[in-house]
């Protein structure tokens, strides 16, 4: 059974610093992991996808890497901004990749 | 494009009774999938709908059921509700083929008294 584990549970930097948020999960035969952010009594915004093929994934300040074999994904915040505060969830597709299997989330917090 | 609409917003029920929610996907995609979260369980799948059939399901109970139709909408409906259905239910939206990016809706609040 799949079972995805986000550390840490919650983190609180200051504007402006670089930071990694992980993830990892316990079975390899992932489709694809997905990288969502979620916003007090909202819904999720999606940040990025990662194939099962791929190695990393960038889009503007954020990259995140897979690495299947070690049942690991990190998700890479560079200079963050106050506006980045936010639970941020990983989350991994199964069978045909519809399918998602969620950790409980980093919680973080960019301190101006 | 509009993005996923979801109704009602809020809801309020008693426990025994059932519930309908609503999703309308994004234009063009014809994969909806459910999502339950509560503080104690975190993010679980429901199910999925592709083409007005049910392609994945998760491990909830039969009160828990869904359809999909011609127009890719889908509802979910509750029966029987229980105290500890008070969730966000999140339904995302994927194209179906060729494309598995979930979009997500700003879901539904239930609250069961």
């Known amino acids: 059974k799949q079972e995805v584990t986000q550390i840490p549970a919650a983190l609180s930097v200051p504007e402006g610093e670089n930071l990694v948020l992980n993830c990892s999960f316990t079975d390899s035969a992932i489709y694809n992991l997905q990288w969502f952010r979620q916003d007090p009594g909202k819904g999720l915004t999606s940040l990025l996808l990662?194939?099962?093929s791929q190695r990393e994934q960038t889009s503007g300040r954020l990259n995140a890497s897979l690495d299947k074999s070690s049942g690991r994904s990190t998700l890479y915040i560079a200079a963050s901004q106050p506006g980045d505060s936010a639970t941020y969830l990983c989350?991994?597709?199964?069978?045909?990749?519809?399918?998602?299997?969620w950790g409980a989330g980093t919680k973080l917090i960019i301190k101006p | 494009k509009a993005g996923v609409t979801q109704t009602p917003r809020y809801l309020i029920k008693t426990r025994g009774q059932q519930v309908t929610l609503s999703c309308s996907p994004i234009?063009?995609?014809?994969?909806v999938s459910w999502y339950q979260q509560t503080p104690g369980q975190g993010l679980q799948f429901l199910f999925e709908y592709f083409s007005e059939t049910q392609r994945n399901k998760g491990n909830f109970p039969g009160r828990f059921s869904g359809r999909q139709f011609s127009n890719s909408r889908s509802e979910m409906n509750v029966s029987t509700l229980e105290l500890g259905d008070s969730a966000l239910y999140l339904c995302a939206s994927s194209p179906g083929t060729g494309g598995v990016e979930q979009y997500f809706g700003p879901g539904t609040r239930l609250t069961v008294t």
């Open positions: 234009s063009g995609h014809r994969s």
């Open positions: 990662i194939q099962s």
């Open positions: 989350a991994v597709g199964t069978i045909n990749g519809y399918q998602l299997i």
